[in-house]
T-cell receptor, first 113, second 111 residues
């Protein structure tokens, strides 16, 4: 069964450093998403991406964040200058269309020290 | 008022019990209703997906949507210890693509 994959599974970084989280969505999906979950809190939407453009973004997704689909398979989330409060589990998801089922990856646990 | 409200639990039931999990929401524009299961430190896994009001059954799971009350439910019959997880409701509007999640209800099924 096709699935969303994410790398790395864990990332530890120093405050102020740049991190790139990588995702490989399901191959025939066209819509891509990033969510985050701070420990003990609910899953929160960050950004959606379609046709090489951001479709929608939340208040959390400020200028420190960017997304890119550098090739036909990868979808990345970059945090330019990490803060302590960026420590969270980051989930990538993909769907065949808007309102269609979103399938989630296993997540990348980011720890900012 | 929060967009989606869900009792965080924990909810502890004996094996074989019927479990009822619920969410309420405030935005009447929501059209798509989902239940995800999340094991500890894992990604959400889709369990049920329904569009608009009504019931949907899949094995031991039944999802129910009542748009007039803005209330959604997930029923688990013959609960098993392997059902122990956090259950997240997630809702989306017809045109927007983002999912709005509840806080999740932690379920423990005991032997």
């Amino acid at each position: 069964e096709p699935e969303v994959t994410q790398t790395p599974s864990h990332q530890v970084t120093q405050m102020g450093q740049e991190v790139i989280l990588r995702c490989v969505p399901i191959s025939n999906h066209l819509y891509f998403y990033w969510y985050r979950q701070i420990l003990g809190q609910k899953v929160e939407f960050l950004v959606s991406f379609y046709n090489n453009e951001i479709s929608e973004k939340s208040e959390i997704f400020d200028d420190q964040f960017s997304v890119e689909r550098p090739d036909g398979s990868n979808f990345t989330l970059k945090i330019r200058s990490t803060k302590l409060e960026d420590s969270a589990m980051y989930f990538c998801a993909s769907s065949a269309g808007p309102g269609e089922t979103q399938y989630f990856g296993p997540g990348t646990r980011l720890l900012v020290l | 008022q929060k967009e989606v409200e869900q009792d965080p639990g924990p909810l502890s039931v004996p094996e074989g019990a019927i479990v009822s999990l619920n969410c309420t929401y405030s935005n009447s524009a929501f059209q798509y209703f989902m239940w995800y299961r999340q094991y500890s430190r894992k990604g959400p896994e889709l369990l049920m997906y329904t569009y608009s009001s009504g019931n949907k059954e899949d094995g031991r799971f039944t999802a129910q949507v009542d748009k007039s009350s803005k209330y959604i439910s997930l029923f688990i019959r013959d609960s098993q210890p392997s059902d122990s997880a956090t259950y997240l409701c997630a809702i989306a509007t017809g045109t927007a693509s983002k999912l709005t999640f509840g806080t999740g209800t932690r379920l423990q099924v005991t032997l």
